[in-house]
């Protein structure tokens, strides 16, 4: 056990100084082999064969649409679109920034291609209509990880792998989480705006609005085509999540080229360039995850942490709520990608011990990774809206503090101690798979 602990102190202090996380996993991994005299040739070939895996084939297709979307303007259709219906009061700028979040959320699974794409584009419209810069990047920081909870998820497809439950179950146990962080978002934005002397676009008569807005429509279709293909096939059953995740890149290629044309010969290969970094980053990372998630579960550490969770207390709530605090430690240290894997194999036997369902800790987990970050100190994606924005982190830490204590928190807090919020779609669905 002391050897577990020095790897884990290992890693988190390596985190801490800013090592890449894969190589933060490898220093812990190597540690424990040394220390406790496995052969690292074994894990290493077992941990092979375990991510060939075709579902895991949906994580790189969906980053890939992603970053077509980004490169193509289909954000900037989408924006256009919910502007027309809730940008014309005085939060509503505020508001179409968390929407559009969603929506492009739902078809890029991705919290960094969600900040980077809404982010470059809302960032310019909110200043010039009198949003305070570090509020701006707050505000985008705190609805960047709604692409985690509003299907697809790529940190989804990674849960359902791991822990073996449906990809389907776990994808429709975030949507109405995902729902009630918008309205709290859009709710609290509403409220804080309210100080700001706040540009507003001038009125239009009812007949130039809804001209304006069926052509906004019209241009918004093929963008919003694409999530009803792939959540629609998905639920449907006619595809599998990494059919609709290769189906989306088909559809995302020429609808950016020719229907947008923001997607020329430079921008594709941009896209696939930095796609194709991405992934490699993730495998690499996902496969030193799934190693060290592996010495610990082979040196029986989930057993022995639900052992000392039981000795301090047997209230099913209070050791939720320790979980919880654990897991957004999680996501302040890491990437979600690398949470998720982290987080699954370790605290899934746990919560299932006190009557929790995979499926719900599905939304459990995903809303606490989110939440983790854009939580400070850490707070990746924090940082990377202050960069995306050009703000100062000492400007956004009041405003995304208020996003967090009152629109994160009660989302989280609805999730894990309301279990119908997270499984009521997925039993809707698929009751079977809950006996």
Not at 150 to 159: D, F, G, K
Request: charged share 10%; proline share 6%; with cysteine.
């Amino acid at each position: 056990m002391i050897s577990i602990a020095i790897s884990i102190i290992i890693l988190i202090g390596c985190l801490v100084v800013g090592m890449p996380i894969p190589f933060a996993f490898g220093g812990a991994f190597l540690w424990i082999t040394y220390t406790l005299g496995f052969n690292p040739n074994t894990l290493l070939a077992s941990r092979y064969t375990q991510i060939n895996s075709t579902i895991l084939l949906a994580i790189p297709l969906f980053v890939l649409a992603g970053k077509v979307m980004e490169k193509g303007r289909i954000g900037d259709a989408l924006i256009g679109l919910v502007e027309r219906f809730v940008g014309r009061f005085k939060s509503g700028l505020g508001a179409v920034a968390v929407i559009t979040s969603a929506v492009f959320g739902s078809t890029s699974g991705s919290a960094s291609a969600t900040l980077s794409c809404i982010g470059a584009l809302m960032e310019p419209r909110l200043t010039r209509a009198g949003y305070e810069k570090g509020y701006t990047a707050a505000l985008l920081a705190a609805a960047c990880p709604l692409g985690l909870l509003i299907p697809p998820s790529s940190a989804q497809v990674l849960y359902a792998w791991s822990s073996g439950t449906s990809v389907l179950a776990c994808f429709t146990a975030t949507i109405v989480p995902g729902l009630i962080l918008v309205a709290l978002l859009c709710l609290v934005n509403m409220v804080m705006t309210q100080k700001f002397d706040i540009v507003q676009p001038p009125k239009e008569h009812f007949r130039t609005w809804g001209r304006n807005t069926a052509r906004s429509t019209l241009r918004a279709i093929p963008a919003l085509i694409m999530p009803v293909i792939i959540l629609g096939g998905i639920y449907g059953g006619i595809m599998t999540a990494t059919e609709a995740a290769a189906i989306s890149v088909a559809y995302a290629i020429p609808c950016g080229m020719f229907i947008y044309k923001g997607l020329k010969g430079d921008g594709l290969h941009q896209a696939l360039t930095e796609s194709a970094c991405a992934t490699g980053v993730i495998m690499v990372m996902f496969f030193m995850v799934m190693i060290f998630s592996k010495l610990l579960t082979m040196q029986n550490v989930p057993a022995q942490i639900a052992e000392a969770l039981l000795s301090i207390t047997d209230n099913k709530y209070l050791i939720l709520l320790m979980v919880n605090v654990f897991m957004i430690i999680i996501g302040m240290l890491m990437d979600d990608t690398s949470g998720t894997l982290l987080c699954t194999p370790i605290l899934l036997p746990i919560v299932q011990g006190i009557g929790i369902h995979p499926v719900h800790f599905a939304a459990i987990l995903g809303v606490n990774l989110g939440m983790g970050n854009i939580t400070p100190p850490t707070a990746p994606m924090l940082y990377l809206s202050g960069r995306v924005c050009g703000a100062k982190i000492n400007k956004m830490l009041s405003p995304i503090m208020i996003f967090i204590l009152f629109a994160w928190i009660p989302t989280l807090l609805i999730t894990t101690y309301i279990p119908a919020v997270a499984t009521f779609l997925p039993k809707l669905m698929m009751p079977q798979i809950f006996g």
